[in-house]
C-alpha cells in the first residue's frame, strides 16, 4: 500500500467526529507513506478537554495522528506531524518500520502529545528526523534504532531512562 501526501490534511476540530484515532494503518506488509506533506490534528480544539495534566482520574483524548498496529516492512518518509490532540505517532504491535526525514512539532503548552510512542514491536527505526516533543518506548526498546535526530529537552526529560540513554548517544542536536 502506498500512500503519497502533498499539501496539508486537517484532522476535524469536533471531537465528536472520532470514536477513535484519525488515521489508522492495521495489519499492512509493505506500507510506505511519503510525498513531503503535513498532517495537522489541530489539537488546539482539543486540548482545553484533556483534563489529565490536572488530575489522575481522567479520560485521555482518543486521538492519535497516525497509527501503525500490526503493520511490518513500512517506510514513512518525508512528513510532518504537527499539532496533533494526543500522541503524533503510536506503533503498536508492528515490526521493521523506519521513519527517515520526520518532523513532529506541537506547542509548549500542548499536553501530553507524545511524538512517536512504539510499544511492544521490534526493529524500529527513526533517522534524520526532528522530533519537538517526547519519544517513549514500552516495555522496552528492541532492536530500535535511532540515528541523527534532532530532538527537544522535552523530548530527554520524559523519555523513559534507557530510551533516554540510548537518545543522547545517537542525537545530533538538542535544543530548548
Same mark, same amino acid.
Given at each position: 500500500?502506498?500512500?503519497?501526501?502533498?499539501?496539508?490534511?486537517? %484532522?476535524?476540530?469536533?471531537?465528536?467526529?472520532?470514536?477513535?484515532?484519525?488515521?489508522?494503518?492495521?495489519?499492512?506488509?509493505?506500507?510506505?507513506?511519503?510525498?513531503?506533506?503535513?498532517?495537522?490534528?489541530?489539537?488546539? @480544539?482539543?486540548?482545553?478537554?484533556?483534563?489529565?495534566?490536572?488530575?489522575?482520574?481522567?479520560?485521555?483524548?482518543?486521538?492519535?495522528?497516525?497509527? $501503525?498496529? $500490526?503493520?511490518?516492512?513500512?517506510?514513512?518518509?518525508?512528513?510532518?506531524?504537527?499539532?496533533?490532540?494526543?500522541?503524533? $505517532?503510536?506503533?503498536?504491535?508492528?515490526?521493521?518500520?523506519?521513519?527517515?526525514?520526520?518532523?513532529?512539532?506541537?506547542?509548549?503548552?500542548?499536553?501530553?502529545?507524545?511524538?512517536?510512542?512504539?510499544?511492544?514491536?521490534?526493529?524500529?527505526?527513526?533517522?534524520?528526523?526532528?522530533?519537538?516533543?517526547?519519544?517513549?518506548?514500552?516495555?522496552?526498546?528492541?532492536?530500535?534504532?535511532?540515528?541523527?535526530?534532532?530532538?527537544?529537552?522535552? @523530548?530527554? %526529560?520524559?523519555?523513559?531512562?534507557?530510551?533516554?540513554?540510548?537518545?543522547?548517544?545517537?542525537?545530533?542536536?538538542?535544543?530548548?
Amino acid at each position: 500500500m502506498v500512500m503519497q501526501l502533498k499539501g496539508q490534511l486537517l %484532522a476535524s476540530t469536533h471531537l465528536e467526529a472520532y470514536t477513535q484515532n484519525w488515521i489508522d494503518f492495521q495489519y499492512i506488509n509493505g506500507l510506505v507513506i511519503s510525498g513531503g506533506g503535513i498532517f495537522n490534528g489541530q489539537g488546539a @480544539s482539543a486540548w482545553p478537554h484533556n483534563q489529565c495534566p490536572k488530575t489522575r482520574i481522567c479520560k485521555l483524548l482518543p486521538v492519535v495522528n497516525l497509527v $501503525f498496529s $500490526f503493520v511490518t516492512n513500512a517506510t514513512i518518509s518525508g512528513i510532518s506531524s504537527v499539532d496533533s490532540k494526543l500522541f503524533h $505517532f503510536q506503533i503498536f504491535e508492528s515490526r521493521d518500520i523506519t521513519l527517515d526525514s520526520i518532523r513532529i512539532s506541537a506547542p509548549g503548552d500542548s499536553p501530553n502529545t507524545d511524538g512517536i510512542h512504539i510499544a511492544d514491536s521490534t526493529n524500529i527505526q527513526v533517522t534524520n528526523s526532528v522530533i519537538g516533543t517526547v519519544m517513549t518506548a514500552s516495555p522496552s526498546p528492541r532492536l530500535h534504532q535511532f540515528d541523527h535526530l534532532k530532538c527537544s529537552m522535552r @523530548s530527554l %526529560a520524559m523519555a523513559s531512562a534507557d530510551l533516554a540513554k540510548m537518545l543522547m548517544r545517537k542525537m545530533s542536536t538538542v535544543w530548548r
